[in-house]
């Protein structure tokens, strides 16, 4: 089974292997023989994304970017051993996630408290450190020269402050990391939107993810390209979608911040995003077993009951 999906002539999505198959993918766009990459998965994706470029007959030395969206380690732990391997590319990322790049020590300790050992060293692996001279700060609205096209760089913190994602004028394909929530292609029925909420800790906001997606909007994509999987044609339901379900999140999670007991709260939030993900599911009429999809999701529930338990932790602190 090939691990790359045409998206169009100039866009791929490649599978980054994140634990299993088509739970995170990265994206290769093109242009006059230059190519970017946008995401670039886990310290094991490395071989993956290796392999991929080169069933694609892409030169390692055309490769001028890599572009994680954020720095957590599905997007950007492969950054260090990826960037060894594609000689020209430089790095470009968000100010804030700029020194976890290159000095990843905390991210990975931070890393590993979330996923705990075995995830980290099934999944994940640690992160290595990028070189300084490679990795550069962006900037909100910035433009990325490829080939003859430009990449757009939009700011649109939410899942996490440090997040940014890259739009394609040439192409209307919007790639926007998590920010666009996780939809799996295994999951659609259609080409509507399975939308599920990834509320990873530290620093999920709500307010800032409904201005992220008016962001996106007004620029209206032809296609938004998920990391967490694959490419929707249909924007306009994926951005209606994600309004509604981060609406829903916080209003729910608000009714359990009162419930005193840490432990006890965080198995409610636990259900409550269950809740959220099963009302999708059969609303959506997904094809997936039921008890496939429990497996499938079981690290995405985790890692957002971690995100609202952070979340609500912090709320409670500032009332008191
Ligand atoms: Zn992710």
Request: proline share 4%; with cysteine.
């Amino acid at each position: 089974m090939s691990n790359i999906t045409p998206i169009d002539n100039n866009t791929y999505a490649i599978d980054a292997y994140y634990g299993y198959p088509l739970h995170a993918c990265v994206y290769l766009v093109e242009d006059n023989g230059e190519y970017a990459l946008i995401d670039c998965g886990t310290t094991k994706s490395e071989i993956y994304i290796m392999g991929a470029l080169a069933k694609l007959g892409v030169d390692p030395q055309a490769v001028k970017y890599i572009l994680p969206t954020h720095v957590h380690l599905d997007h950007a732990g492969g950054t260090g051993v990826l960037s060894k391997r594609l000689p020209n590319a430089k790095v470009y990322v968000h100010p804030y996630g700029h020194r976890h790049l290159i000095d990843p020590t905390k991210l990975n300790a931070a890393s590993l408290v979330i996923y705990g050992e075995y995830m980290m060293n099934f999944a994940v692996g640690k992160a290595q450190p990028v070189a300084a001279d490679i990795c550069y700060e962006l900037e909100d609205n910035q433009e990325l020269s490829l080939g003859n096209n430009k990449l757009l760089v939009q700011f649109t913190p939410g899942h996490a402050k440090h997040h940014c994602s890259f739009f394609d004028p040439k192409s209307g394909n919007y790639f926007g990391g998590d920010v666009l929530g996780n939809s799996y292609e295994s999951m659609r029925s259609d080409d509507k939107s399975l939308m599920f909420l990834c509320s990873a800790p530290i620093d999920y906001n709500g307010e800032d993810w409904h201005n992220s997606l008016d962001k996106i909007a007004s620029l209206s994509p032809k296609r938004v390209c998920l990391c967490h999987y694959g490419a929707i044609n249909n924007p306009q339901s994926a951005f209606e979608d994600m309004h509604r379900l981060i609406d829903k999140n916080d209003r729910l999670a608000m009714d359990l911040l009162d419930i005193e007991d840490d432990a006890a709260r965080r198995k409610a939030i636990e259900q409550m995003i269950w809740g959220l993900f099963w009302d999708e599911f059969a609303t959506r009429k997904s094809p997936m077993h039921k008890e496939h999809a429990e497996k499938w999701m079981e690290k995405d529930v985790y890692i957002s009951t971690e995100g609202i338990a952070h979340w609500l932790k912090n709320l409670r602190k500032n009332k008191n």
